[in-house]
């Protein structure tokens, strides 16, 4: 059960005031505001975030499953039926495409072949039930950030072999640092006065929603969980039936880190139990051995397969306590504070739960125009059931790097500073800073960095092939 929560008496009071200012906010769910303030009342109490660095040990094997250990999964497209039809496939929709200057959900920048990631993830999703003759549905968790756009979205899918439900998470008030009160009770009835608290909150919002029990109904076991923008995560056979026959109720993906990964927390073994490590709990002290390569092999991919008997189980028991992600912000130049949770961080209440050490092609998320690079060029192909697959002429198995100054930032800019997207299978690393513009057929090799004087613009001519350059101007073409 959850542990009571021990507050000292002015914490109390302020918990207190902030309980009933939030009980008059009819904008949200008893639940909502019965999980917004458990999470305050769970922040206040200052629950140890630092592990005990001499307890932590690296997981064995067993913890850590290599993905080459997997048993190959049956040939017989029977069996393959029976492991899919306990499958249910959930992707995070919350999040907005703003970063990458588009307005809407993120899950509808188009990415290749002018297709969308929720396209892409439908195609796929469609070919498995199409093959099988079974019946995978598509659950998209939306924040009241994407809901409605979502809602509009989802009709053209409506003739697809596929069924698709939507649910929102949580919506919580914006707490006020100065006073420790909710936002909206300030007379702010904006959105901004409200955060969705992280995709930590998938658990309870699947059960609050009714979609956990009518999936259960429905004879589902294991929902496969992961990042709208992750063109990796695909459904995995052998994943799936490891967990079935083995009985783990939570499966946490991961894969070797390169050095562009350092930050990205990482699974040890500690008291007994596997748990995810994140940068934000280790000790000022220890945060470069974090980072290292050597003692941190892995990080999570963020995709997650969970048991959903197990969810249901530790949602009423109140027991998924994740540590809390503490977020400042300021709104209108008022200071405010959210609390949020990772999904990953819930390994640890989960009985057999494992990691599997996946090949990083299971790991290819779209975060900026740079990753929008790589995946729009030769580096990759997209099959016709919607996979987005790694061209095998690269040999080099790691990405090029790839940086692309502010100019480069949103979409729209991005794409009409590109004739054609050059040809990269050959390429190490590109650095594009400036006023740059590419022609159409233009191939990059090794390593390039080009770079537009200030007040000058810089055009790569159609055709051009560069390799390993610095190009200050069209002289140096």
């Not at 630092?50 to 048993?71: C, F, M, N, R």
């Not at 496939?89 to 290749?112: A, D, H």
């Not at 658990?203 to 990796?232: I, M, Q, R, T, W």
Request: net charge negative; hydrophobic share 40%.
């Amino acid at each position: 059960m959850a542990t009571a929560v021990k507050l000292s008496p002015a914490d109390a009071e302020k918990l207190g005031k902030l309980k009933s200012a939030t009980s008059t906010l009819n904008q949200i769910s008893e639940n909502e505001k019965s999980g917004f303030i458990n999470l305050v009342a769970r922040y206040l109490s200052g629950e140890a975030q630092h592990v005990d660095w001499s307890k932590i040990q690296t997981p064995t094997d067993e913890v850590v499953v290599p993905y080459g250990s997997l048993a190959p999964v049956s040939e017989d497209p029977a069996e393959t039926k029976k492991l899919l039809d306990k499958l249910v496939v959930l992707k995070l929709n919350g999040g907005l495409g703003t970063t990458m200057g588009c307005t809407g959900p993120k899950s509808v920048i188009e990415v290749r072949n002018g297709l969308t990631f929720l396209d892409l993830i439908v195609i796929q999703i469609e070919a498995l039930n199409k093959k099988y003759g079974c019946n995978v549905p598509l659950l998209l968790m939306n924040s009241f950030n994407t809901h409605d756009d979502t809602l509009k979205i989802v009709e053209k899918y409506v003739n697809s072999n596929i069924d698709i439900h939507t649910f929102n998470q949580s919506q919580y008030p914006r707490l006020v640092v100065e006073d420790f009160l909710p936002l909206p009770s300030k007379g702010n009835t904006g959105k901004d006065a409200w955060y969705p608290p992280g995709h930590g909150d998938v658990f309870p919002s699947l059960l609050n929603s009714g979609k956990l029990d009518a999936l259960l109904s429905k004879g589902k076991e294991y929902v496969f969980v992961a990042n709208s923008d992750n063109l990796g995560a695909v459904v995995d056979l052998k994943i799936l039936n490891h967990l079935i026959s083995n009985n783990n109720e939570y499966c946490m993906e991961v894969t070797p880190k390169t050095l562009a990964d350092v930050k990205g927390g990482t699974l040890i073994s500690y008291e007994g139990r596997v748990q995810l490590l994140e940068i934000a709990q280790v000790p000022d002290e220890h945060v470069n051995e974090f980072k290292s390569i050597e003692k941190f092999k892995i990080f999570n991919t963020n995709n997650l397969w969970v048991n959903l008997k197990a969810i249901k189980r530790l949602v009423e028991e109140e027991a998924l306590e994740m540590e809390i992600i503490p977020n400042p912000k300021e709104v209108d130049g008022v200071k405010v504070l959210q609390l949020e949770t990772a999904a990953g961080a819930a390994i640890r209440f989960f009985e057999r739960a494992i990691g599997i050490n996946v090949p990083r092609s299971r790991f290819l998320p779209v975060k900026a125009t740079s990753d929008l690079l790589l995946v729009q060029s030769d580096l990759y192909t997209l099959s016709d059931d919607g996979y987005v697959v790694r061209n095998e002429a690269r040999t080099n198995p790691s990405n090029p790097s790839i940086e692309l100054g502010p100019e480069f930032k949103k979409v729209g800019s991005f794409l009409s500073r590109f004739k054609s997207i050059p040809s990269i299978v050959e390429l190490d690393s590109l650095k594009v800073s400036g006023d740059v513009w590419f022609g159409a057929g233009v191939v990059l090799k090794g390593k390039v960095t080009i770079t537009a004087k200030p007040g000058t613009q810089l055009e790569i001519p159609d055709g051009a092939v560069i390799a390993t350059k610095d190009i200050n101007g069209p002289e140096d073409i």
